[in-house]
């Protein structure tokens, strides 16, 4: 079951909730028994290195991300 994130407009309260995908936008109360929500959009991020990269981060490779990306020039 998904999680979503939701806020408050009563209180400013962020809180989540796992809910069935077809529930998502359905009515919910926040914690404190409000019941103007809204779901917010969630952000995930990711950052991992692989097997034997160094601990620095590094961005694209010299000349473009690869074959096809547009910023390659």
């Known amino acids: 079951m998904p999680l979503y994130e939701y806020?408050?407009?009563?209180?400013?309260?962020h809180?989540?909730?796992?809910?069935p995908m077809d529930s998502s936008e359905a009515p919910l109360s926040c914690p404190d028994g409000h019941s103007d929500t809204a779901?917010?959009?969630?952000?995930?991020?990711?950052?991992?290195?692989?097997?034997?990269t160094?601990?620095?981060?590094?961005?694209?490779?010299?000349?473009?991300?690869?074959a096809g990306c547009a910023c390659a020039s």
């Open 15 to 19: 809180f989540e909730a796992r809910r």
């Open 7 to 13: 806020i408050c407009r009563t209180c400013d309260t």
């Open 54 to 66: 160094s601990s620095t981060p590094q961005g694209p490779p010299a000349g473009g991300c690869g």
């Open 39 to 52: 779901r917010v959009l969630s952000v995930f991020a990711s950052v991992g290195r692989g097997p034997g």
